[in-house]
């Protein structure tokens, strides 16, 4: 499961900051506030609501909650941690979440997904070329550009919080916000995948990011801490699927929300599948219907959608996958095709419908969002 990007790296986390990681992160089972632990190297933290106490590894923060914990990765970092601990309330907290991962059977929804994500980043990782994301960045342009723009009336007394969730290695971060980000400005980037975080970590250079290991679906993060929310690809492998959107909608204070989903199932049933090695055990589609109403409810105002990725944009993408990539206008071209085919023949049949589901979704003004339900 957790392999050789990570295995040989070290537990010291000079990389990480504490003072933002404290003042955005909070126990993701009751919510309550973080402290650190007062250890000699590595770097862990204590709900003392819980009891409960938190390891950190090559950088990242593992922030599970109970349902997800993991035995093999936490167990040994925990055990490291109560040898360095100097107070009686932290080496009980220790010993008490020994006891619970000990007593931890079976493996949570999450991890299901988690090692079909971790060999996608170890190979990406191994590879010394870089992964060509010209397709998506040129279809997620126009969402990033109203992230752009809505950062830029973000405040300017304090801190913007840019929160990527399901953020794997983080290359829409890096091409579309990045560089419009004040040193200051934090991102955090959360996800289930520990090699995908660590590469993100590895290619990003913004100063000011927390990375988490943790669940979209329970997220051990502040209510309303976030100036925009990215959860590309996310919606669809949370377990809450498109309920999801009350959890990730919680998250945000001000600004915008993009998300990517597929929409109206596969083309084809499981059992006819051709490329079912290349799909994780949570990709499923999103109802749209009930992604709608969330939407609806929640008050948020729609800046941006779009359905694409029918049959023509699959087919034509598989048959001339390089020279697509390398042309903008090739790219853009399959796409109006795609668009005129589905658009015309959509209703006559399942296999003509599309596929993907672009949406930028903008908070409403607060305090709307009181009423909206929570997460958790
Ligand atoms: C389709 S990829 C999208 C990655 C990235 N956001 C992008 O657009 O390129 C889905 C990502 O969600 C992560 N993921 C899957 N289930 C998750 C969960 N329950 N909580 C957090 N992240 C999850 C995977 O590890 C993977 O990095
Ligand atoms: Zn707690």
């Known amino acids: 499961m957790f392999t050789s990007i990570w295995a040989s790296m070290t537990t010291m986390n000079m990389l990480i900051n504490m003072e933002d990681a404290l003042a955005y992160t909070r126990c993701p089972d009751c919510g309550g506030n973080l402290e650190t632990l007062e250890t000699s190297r590595d770097t862990g933290f204590l709900c003392p609501a819980c009891n409960l106490v938190f390891a950190t590894v090559s950088g990242v923060l593992i922030l599970l909650d109970t349902a997800s914990r993991n035995k093999n990765l936490e167990g040994p970092l925990i055990k490291r941690l109560a040898e360095q601990v100097s107070t009686a309330r932290e080496h009980d907290a220790c010993k008490a979440t020994l006891g619970m991962l000990d007593g931890l059977h079976g493996s949570a929804y999450v991890w299901e997904d988690e090692e079909h994500w971790s060999n996608e980043y170890e190979q990406q990782h191994a590879s010394r070329t870089e992964k060509n994301w010209n397709d998506r960045f040129w279809q997620r342009q126009p969402m990033f550009q109203l992230l752009v723009d809505s950062l830029q009336h973000a405040p300017r007394e304090r801190p913007a919080v840019v929160l990527d969730l399901g953020c794997g290695e983080g290359q829409d971060f890096r091409r579309f916000v990045a560089p419009v980000m004040r040193e200051e400005d934090i991102y955090i980037g959360l996800d289930i995948s520990l090699p995908g975080l660590v590469l ?42 498109e309920d999801g959107l009350p959890i990730v909608g919680a998250l945000l204070k001000r600004g915008v929300v993009l998300l990517s989903d597929p929409i109206n199932g596969h083309f084809l049933p499981p059992f006819l599948s051709l490329s079912r090695e290349s799909r994780s055990a949570h990709d ?7 992604l709608h109403a969330h939407v609806q409810a929640l008050g948020f105002e729609t800046l941006y959608e779009r359905q694409f990725s029918g049959l023509v944009y699959v087919v034509l993408f598989k048959l001339f996958r390089a020279a697509v990539l390398r042309s903008r206008g090739l790219h853009g071209f399959i796409h109006k095709l795609d668009d005129t085919f589905t658009s015309t023949f959509g209703r006559l049949g399942n296999i003509f419908r599309p596929r993907g589901l672009l949406l930028v979704l903008k908070a409403p003004p607060q305090p709307a969002i009181e009423g909206a339900r929570e997460g958790r």
């Open 200 to 241: 993100n970590r590895h290619c990003n250079t913004h100063k000011h990011a927390i990375y988490i290991l943790g669940t979209a679906d329970k997220p051990p993060l502040r209510h309303r801490l976030a100036d925009a929310v990215i959860a590309l690809g996310t919606l669809h492998h949370m377990q809450a699927k």
């Open 284 to 290: 499923d589609s999103v109802d749209v219907q009930r």
